[in-house]
Every structure is written in structure tokens, then in C-alpha cells.
């Protein structure tokens, strides 16, 4: 029985082109696609599952508990209100199900309770639970909410999507004007080639280099190894971003761009604003701007930039820990999360960023720092780092 792999292999692909064809004649003859989004969906993911029963099982149950508890989350909200132990519930009961899997996978060598695509479905579900609590969703359709959370495209490693924006396009009250469409598709195709071409040419040439520079030892081969993988990281993640966007563009799904040229960022915020972008900013705008929401509100801190440092910090390290348990992810997340406070910090207490940072010169050493400060966190993202100093 083959196994489908999402952007990758000669089954995919053909299959993307059967499946394809029906949504291209329906874009172009101006026909909604909603019906046809969730069959072709339920489809991949059997291709994907079939075979893994207890992932099939895995995936059903973690929609209904989703689910319920979104509906049950907008009966309490209407009932009592916005209490905000009662979204610290909701949440935690959200992402219960990923921190049994990473746990389980982390110290029994096998996730309990794994499925593809976990991880960035438990996103799309917190963040439907805090938009529910700000007011800005009251009613969770079924049909609609599945088909957000399983949106075959994106379902593996994003980009992730708003929910808001999502139903923009997957539930607006006309078909999309042909001319629009053809756009999206021509953008979508576009992305596609880019995105092949990026994890197919580039990427697999990259990680020969890789697997090479891995079996040497010496400070020579870490450094050269520190900057292939760093390039090699951004060609696959960067293609398979490209292809599932461009896929969702052939299905009438506007899905956010994930990565900006990330390596031209003069400063590490910069770059966390251009590099795998859905995520950042999903941590952004629901862990970091809650903390900091939190923290004016309660008065924690006399100095706004010590807030926002502590933030940086904490918002990182969890993304370290989303990543794994693993010791590289957190001191990544960590390491990260201090760059981010001493970049705040310099930027804002110093005189000298104030007074040439609109100076060539200046800009061009603050790249050059910046592009190794990220290598190097790659390398520690890698675990090659741990294995170097563990010797």
C-alpha cells in the first residue's frame, strides 16, 4: 500500500493534478468551492492516514473535543461572560492532546495520541478559543470549523491561517469573479515551480553538504556545516510553504505568505517578521501582546522594556518547547528569546542605534550581525551543537 507524502513523490503530485483540474473548472466557471474543498480534503487525508487506524481514530477524536469545546466555549461565554480563568481552562484542555504527544514522544520514544498535523491544528484551535473570549467570533459552525482546522493544503506545516480570514474566502457569499481567480491561479502555479524547484533542486543538494559536513570533525566543518544547514533549513521549509500556498490558491484559499527573504533582516525582530511568519506572528499576537496585556493591566513592571524583554524570553522559549522537549529546541527558543530582549533593549536605551541607524554603514554591520546570530541559532536548532560540546 503506498503511502501519500505530502509534497513529495511522484503519488502526490499526480494526485494534485487530478484533484486539481475539477477546482481550476470551477474557479474559472465561477462556481463556489466549499463542497468540493471538504471532499477532496477527507480524501488526502485517507491517502495520507489509511493503513494507521489509530491515526485515523487519533484525527476523529481530536476534531470532536475541538469542537465541542468551541461550542461549549461560546454557551459559557454567553452564559457568564468573559472570565479569564475560563479561557485558561479551555485553552489548556485545547492543547492537551499535543502535550500528550510530545511528552509521550519525547519520553517513551512514541507519541501517544499522534496524527498528522497536531501541532498546527492545536493553533487554529487555541486561536479560535481566544477570538471566542475577545468577542470576535460568536457562533462555531461545524462544517466550517472542520474545514478550517483540516484544510488539506496547510494541514502538515502550515503557513497558519487566521480563521477570520480563512471564512473570508472559504464561505464569501459569491463565487470569485473569474478574472480574480485566474490571477490567484497563474500566483499559484508560480509558487508551485518556485516551490519545487527551492525543496527539490536546491534543498537536496544542500543536504548532501549536510550529511557530509555532519561526519567531519573540527572547527572548520561546524562553521561550514553551521551555514549550509541554515540555507538548506530555508530552501525546504520555504518550498514546501510555496507549494501549499500555491495549492491553496488553486482552491480559492488566499493562505498568508510564511517567509520574506528572512536573510537580507538587519535585526533579529526583523527577522522574526520575515521568517516563518504565521508562526511568529501567531505567537505574537496570542502569547506575547496577552503577557504584555496582562502585565500593564496588573502594573508588574515599573519599565516597559524590562516587560518586554521578560516577554521575548518567555514567548520564545515556549516556541523552543512547542518544537519538542528536545534540549537544542529549548535552548533555541531561549537563545532566541534573548536576542530579541537585547535587541529591544539596545534599540531603545541607546543613543548610538538612535543616531546612525538610518546609515549605511551601519545598516550593513547590523545585517552582517544579524545573518550570524540566526546561523548560529540554527546550528544550536540542529542538535549538531550539542553533539560538538557534549564531545
Known sequence: MTKLNFYDGLYFFSTLMVLAVPA??????????RIYIAITTILMLYLAL??????????VLFCAIQVVLAKCFVKVIRRFGRVRWHLWIAVILSIAPLCIYKMS???????????????????????ILI??????????GIFDTLNFYLFWPTILSGPIDRSRRFMDDFHRESAMPRSEYLDLLGSGLLKIFVGLFYKVVIATSLYQGVFWLSQNSG?????LYMYVYGFYLFFDFAGYSNMAIGVSYIFGIKTPENFKMPFISKDIKEFWDRWHISLSHWFRDFIFSRYSMAAIRGKWFSDRVVMSSIGFIINMGIMGLWHGLSISYIIYGLYHGVLLALNDVYQKKFKFHKKHKKERWYQI?????????VMFGFL?????FVELISK
Open 24 to 33: 481550476i473548472i470551477f474557479g474559472i466557471c465561477q462556481i463556489k468551492m
Open 105 to 127: 514522544d519525547f519520553y517513551l520514544g512514541s507519541g501517544i495520541f499522534g496524527f498528522l498535523g497536531i501541532s498546527y491544528m492545536t493553533f487554529k484551535s487555541v486561536q
Open 380 to 384: 544550536i536548532f540542529s542538535e549538531h
Open 219 to 223: 572547527l572548520i566543518s561546524a562553521v
Open 365 to 373: 554591520v547590523s545585517w552582517f550581525i544579524t545573518f550570524n546570530l
Open 131 to 140: 477570538e471566542i473570549y475577545d468577542n470576535l467570533i460568536d457562533e462555531v
Open 50 to 59: 489509511r493503513g494507521n487506524l489509530v491515526a485515523i481514530e487519533n484525527l
